[in-house]
T-cell receptor, first 112, second 110 residues
């Protein structure tokens, strides 16, 4: 596609449920990033992929968070046993190399 | 580890005045410093960037300066307009990992 695509755009879930967020990067972009943005806050780094490998997972808040990327394309961020503090917009971005990050519209997660 | 400090957190200026946002970083290996603008409810978008081999870059009303010795870089917006109102994030990239500052909320009053 022309840009980074994320789904779902909005997700409301109950505390304790698992959620999966999907990111389709720009075709050919080898680097893929996940960030979390709480309301009115900054961009919190979660994880990035170079190809299918994740050299740096240091930003994942807890072991309830995991991410994978297959075929150097689609990535999935999974949050298990969601908590209310997980409520945020989860932004995905991709880049070709060291340079501009192209962001998706984000997935807004609300945990009740 | 990597860290980017950004100041101020909020900035209010009169239309036509200049706005300056400053960032300091800790990772001396960083060599790419982008600035992103995020309008309300929108995704962040790159507005200007600078690499470590230059000290200044300008694009119309926007300029960025970099001081690698002091590990700080700044965004300058001249002749501000109401549509410049947004949140601005500085960032540093080292080894493909991009870390963002906390953001500056800029208000341009007409």
């Amino acid at each position: 596609g022309a840009g980074v695509s994320q789904s779902p755009s909005n997700k409301v879930t109950e505390k304790g449920k698992d959620v999966e967020l999907r990111c389709d990067p720009i075709s050919g972009h080898t680097a893929l990033y996940w960030y979390r943005q709480r309301l009115g806050q900054g961009l919190e780094f979660l994880i990035y992929f170079q190809g299918n490998s994740a050299p740096d997972k240091s930003g994942l808040p807890s072991d309830r968070f995991s991410a994978e990327r297959t075929g150097e394309s689609v990535s999935t961020l999974t949050i298990q046993r969601t908590q209310q503090e997980d409520s945020a917009v989860y932004l995905c971005a991709s880049s070709l190399a060291i340079g501009e990050l192209f962001f998706g519209e984000g997935s807004r997660l609300t945990v009740l | 580890g990597e860290n980017v400090e950004q100041h101020p957190s909020t900035l209010s200026v009169q239309e036509g005045d200049s706005a300056v946002i400053k960032c300091t970083y800790s990772d001396s290996a960083s060599n790419y410093f982008p600035w992103y603008k995020q309008e309300l409810g929108k995704r962040p978008q790159l507005i200007i960037d600078i690499r470590s081999n230059v000290g200044e870059k300008k694009d119309q009303r926007i300029a960025v300066t970099l001081n690698k010795t002091a590990k700080h870089f700044s965004l300058h917006i001249t002749e501000t307009q109401p549509e410049d109102s947004a949140v601005y994030f500085c960032a540093q990239e080292g080894g493909f990992k991009t870390i963002f500052g906390a953001g500056t909320r800029l208000f341009v009053k007409a």
